[in-house]
T-cell receptor
Framework: GAGVSQSPSNKVTEKGKDVELRCDPISGHTALYWYRQSLGQGLEFLIYFQGNSAPDKSGLPSDRFSAERTGGSVSTLTIQRTQQEDSAVYLC????????????FGEGSRLTVL | AQSVTQLDSQVPVFEEAPVELRCNYSSSVSVYLFWYVQYPNQGLQLLLKYLSGSTLVKGINGFEAEFNKSQTSFHLRKPSVHISDTAEYFCAVRYNAGNMLTFGGGTRLMVKP
């Protein structure tokens, strides 16, 4: 597709369940980012992938959060044993290279933990 | 710690009035600066960016921003807003060619008729 695609667009889950959020970046973009946007707050960096390099996981809030990127393309963000404070919009972005700064964002996955 | 501050969480303004959305960042030798806009129920899209050169940057939809190194600011301006400009605006900074963008908390621009 022409843009960054994320799925699901909405996810409602019960506390304690695991969830997976998927991101399909723009074809050819080597850098991929996950951010979290909580209600009324800015964007919080979670994790960054660049090519085949080890990901920058410095923003992950706890060990319940993990992400992988297969074949340098699609990425999956996994949240284990979800908590109510995990409720947020999870945004994925990609860019052609790490240092251009221009990120192209998907529309996000809205996660609600009951 | 590196940070980006958007002083106004909400800015109400009447249609056709000028607007300025403020953004300040923590000092650094080298920064790249961005403004993103998020319309209701949509993803973020790039409004404009400063990488180098002229400190006055023009973006889409009539917006412009000025990089002021001495004041570590990158305020966004538009001389005459439209109802369709109602959205959330995010300032973002890339410090020293690092890996990620650091975002401010956002400013909700509410344009009233």
């Amino acid at each position: 597709g022409a843009g960054v695609s994320q799925s699901p667009s909405n996810k409602v889950t019960e506390k304690g369940k695991d969830v997976e959020l998927r991101c399909d970046p723009i074809s050819g973009h080597t850098a991929l980012y996950w951010y979290r946007q909580s209600l009324g707050q800015g964007l919080e960096f979670l994790i960054y992938f660049q090519g085949n390099s080890a990901p920058d996981k410095s923003g992950l809030p706890s060990d319940r959060f993990s992400a992988e990127r297969t074949g340098g393309s699609v990425s999956t963000l996994t949240i284990q044993r979800t908590q109510q404070e995990d409720s947020a919009v999870y945004l994925c972005a990609s860019s052609q290279a790490a240092n251009t700064g221009e990120l192209f964002f998907g529309e996000g996955s809205r996660l609600t933990v009951l | 710690a590196q940070s980006v501050t958007q002083l106004d969480s909400q800015v109400p303004v009447f249609e056709e009035a000028p607007v300025e959305l403020r953004c300040n960042y923590s000092s650094s030798v080298s920064v790249y600066l961005f403004w993103y806009v998020q319309y209701p129920n949509q993803g973020l899209q790039l409004l404009l960016k400063y990488l180098s050169g002229s400190t006055l940057v023009k973006g889409i939809n009539g917006f412009e921003a000025e990089f002021n190194k001495s004041q570590t600011s990158f305020h966004l301006r538009k001389p005459s807003v439209h109802i369709s400009d109602t959205a959330e605006y995010f300032c973002a900074v890339r410090y020293n060619a690092g890996n990620m963008l650091t975002f401010g908390g956002g400013t909700r621009l509410m344009v009233k008729p």
